[in-house]
């Protein structure tokens, strides 16, 4: 059974940080690639990062320089660590896996960015 249990989020003021996890389970983490994605109210979902196998990185224009994906194979755990946080970055945030042709979600953490 693949899980994904995302932690980490919070309220934080405007130019803080914080760092997400995703723990997997089920899944042959260290040959697939990770993504984190957000969905703020009345959006759509939107992809933020992806993390490669090989822990290449890929970022939204809107987030580049700020956030920063990695991953720990040996504990099954991706990561977004998140800097310079603004208001619009408010949403919530989802790890995201596409294993044996079937795509796996977690059930998300909110980021509040507010003062």
């Known amino acids: 059974q693949v899980q994904l249990v995302e932690s980490g989020g919070g309220l934080v003021q405007p130019g803080g940080s914080l760092r997400l996890s995703c723990a997997t389970s089920g899944i042959s983490f260290s040959a697939v690639t990770m993504g984190w994605y957000r969905q703020a109210p009345g959006k759509e979902r939107e992809l933020v990062a992806t993390i490669s196998r090989g822990g290449s990185t890929n970022y939204a224009d809107s987030v580049k320089g700020r956030f920063t994906g990695s991953r720990d194979n040996a504990k099954n755990t991706v990561y977004l660590q998140m800097n310079s946080l603004k208001p619009e970055d408010t949403a919530v945030y989802y790890c995201?896996?596409?294993?044996?042709?079937?795509?796996?979600w977690g059930q998300g953490t909110q980021v509040t960015v507010s003062s």
């Open positions: 995201n896996v596409r294993f044996l042709a079937d795509v796996y």
